[in-house]
T-cell receptor
């Protein structure tokens, strides 16, 4: 398994509070991604990073911000959590690899509940 | 806008059967296609990656095919086992190296 960890694995928080999720990799991969997974929607990209301090928005970025100050860490912040952000959050990594094809590898996920 | 569809949403078959899972996409301009497996409450495991120039990839009892012109991929599982029970997702890579996902097929293999 690719060396990807996510913390915390489970979190319950109240509406309006800030929340930060952490993704840590030991693979030195260039690209890192944050997804959310909800029933009926599959996986949706929130933000991704293509290098230290280089990030871009995904399909569902509203209400989320990210930071990447080191290759190995990618943080996802909910500035003011809402109930609609209750979801399972996955981090993924990728690198060109042989032939330049970006195969993605996933972390174990964080289950976030906003009450 | 690329859209990925997986049919059926759920499938239940007896152990030992060969089966096919389907994935279709609307825009043939893809870089690659990946099949993943997800067990309940767990993360995603990459099963196979097919490059846009390839027609198929094989790993053990799994074989994935790609027909870009028709916008279709199939995942063939031979001699299914109860341990194959999981949700299978396909995703296509666009020019920005992002993945666009199908909603998955939930597979149950009955002993």
């Amino acid at each position: 398994d690719a060396g990807i960890t996510q913390s915390p694995r489970h979190k319950v928080t109240e509406t309006g509070t800030p929340v930060t999720l952490r993704c840590h990799q030991t693979e030195n991969h260039r690209y890192m991604y944050w997804y959310r997974q909800d029933p009926g929607h599959g996986l949706r990209l929130i933000h991704y990073s293509y290098g230290v301090k280089d990030t871009d928005k995904g399909e569902v970025s509203d209400g989320y911000s990210v930071s990447r100050s080191k290759t190995e860490d990618f943080l996802l912040t909910l500035e003011s959590a809402t109930s609609s952000q209750t979801s399972v959050y996955f981090c993924a990594i990728s690198d060109p690899g042989t032939g330049g094809f970006y195969e993605q590898y996933f972390g174990p996920g964080t289950r976030l509940t906003v009450t | 806008k690329q859209e990925v569809t997986q049919i059926p949403a759920a499938l239940s078959v007896p152990e030992g059967e060969n089966l096919v899972l389907n994935c279709s996409f609307t825009d043939s301009a893809i870089y690659n296609l990946q099949w993943f497996r997800q067990d309940p409450g767990k993360g995603l495991t990459s099963l196979l990656l097919i490059q846009s120039s390839q027609r198929e990839q094989t790993s053990g009892r799994l074989n994935a095919s790609l027909d870009k012109s028709s916008g279709r991929s199939t995942l063939y599982i031979a001699a299914s086992q109860p341990g194959d029970s999981a949700t299978y997702l396909c995703a296509v890579s666009d020019s920005n190296y992002q993945l666009i996902w199908g909603a998955g097929t939930k597979l149950i293999i009955k002993p």
